[in-house]
């Protein structure tokens, strides 16, 4: 099992910043990846960022060159840093994780930008 537990939402102003912490109960170097996905109102959970046990990383279309996920050395930690934040960023933020072909998600912070 995976436990994850996500922390760093808030509300913060168009063209802020926030930075997203996922505590996971496993290294990543014990799962498959580790990413962040957001799901806004009426809206279906989409992926944000990806990345793997070598560092490899991908991202969402919308959030490229804005957004970026990280891990601390240890690999317990994932990181989300959101720069120039936008209106249609405002989700709740979930923390994801795969591990023998099975998905862990995190209880979800919330990311709400004003304009």
């Known amino acids: 099992q995976v436990q994850l537990v996500e922390s760093g939402g808030g509300l913060v102003q168009a063209g802020g910043s926030l930075r997203l912490a996922c505590i996971a109960s496993?290294?990543?170097?014990?799962?498959?990846?580790m990413a962040w996905y957001r799901q806004a109102p009426g809206k279906q959970r989409d992926l944000v960022a990806v990345?793997?046990?070598?560092?490899?990383?991908n991202y969402a279309s919308s959030v490229k060159g804005r957004f970026t996920i990280s891990r601390d050395n240890a690999g317990n930690t994932v990181y989300l840093q959101m720069n120039s934040l936008k209106p249609e960023d405002t989700a709740v933020y979930y923390c994801?994780?795969?591990?023998?072909?099975?998905?862990?998600w995190g209880q979800g912070t919330q990311v709400t930008v004003s304009s």
């Open positions: 994801n994780a795969e591990r023998h072909a099975i998905n862990y």
């Open positions: 496993r290294s990543i170097f014990t799962v498959n990846f």
């Open positions: 990345i793997t046990p070598g560092g490899s990383t």
